[in-house]
């Protein structure tokens, strides 16, 4: 049966939170609200940097950023919830927009269309129900990130966390973040290392549109 993508979309943000609530050492770097990410201008609907999530998964990731606190680790997060507003600018980019100032950094041997053919993007976003996130590991030792063997949001195979062609140290830091997510609730995507969604997520059939700021969260 296909699903009524418009008749399973809600500004409803009663069962989100502000993720810095429930993981105060979080480091953010909301790419969407700036103009560095794969179209180069900010997104629709990001009027704040801050990441959102479903109270599920925010108490989730919590418990993931304590794992790897013993370890040395804290987490950074790149996005988390991602309005359906901001999915439907990708959209159009991708099959509208000739614009193409991104493609050396981003996505310098696909072409666009092809991003949504390999699965780079998607036309109804996991971020959308509202327990995706991407992020990384930061070394508390160093101050810096992990090295992960290629950037976020960089759509090449060499981003696939299986990827053979990544340093025996970049496979090992891709592990301990992929390790801690599984077993902290969250499901991997074989073409982002940087990409997790939890796997008992609260709204499996729902999208929502309230654009991410704190002042949309019942606090």
């Not at 900010?42 to 919590?62: G, V």
């Not at 077993?183 to 969604?197: A, I, K, T």
Request: hydrophobic share 35%; net charge negative; charged share 25%.
């Amino acid at each position: 049966m296909t699903v009524d993508y418009k008749k399973k979309v809600t500004m409803d943000s009663s069962g989100f939170v502000l993720l810095s609530d429930h993981v105060p050492d979080i480091v953010q770097e909301i790419r969407y609200f700036s103009t560095y990410n794969f179209i180069g201008d900010r997104i629709d609907c990001y009027e704040e940097p801050c990441a959102i999530l479903t109270t599920e998964a925010a108490r989730a990731l919590k418990g993931v950023s304590r794992e790897l606190n013993v370890q040395g680790y804290r987490l950074k997060v790149f996005d988390a919830y991602r309005p359906a507003g901001a999915v439907k600018q990708f959209v159009l980019w991708g099959i509208e927009d000739t614009d193409i100032r991104m493609k050396p950094y981003f996505y310098p041997d696909l072409e666009k269309t092809a991003l949504f053919e390999t699965g780079y993007i998607a036309t109804r976003s996991t971020h959308s129900r509202g327990s995706a996130v991407d992020l990384t590991l930061l070394d508390m030792a160093t101050g810096k990130e992990a090295d992960m063997g290629s950037p976020f949001d960089f759509f090449s195979e060499v981003s696939h966390p299986d990827y053979p062609g990544v340093t025996e140290e970049q496979h090992e830091n891709r592990m301990i973040l992929r390790n801690a997510m599984i077993r902290g609730g969250f499901v991997p995507l074989e073409c982002e290392w940087w990409h997790f969604s939890l796997k008992d997520e609260p709204f499996p059939d729902t999208y929502f549109e309230f654009p991410v700021s704190s002042a949309y969260l019942r606090r």
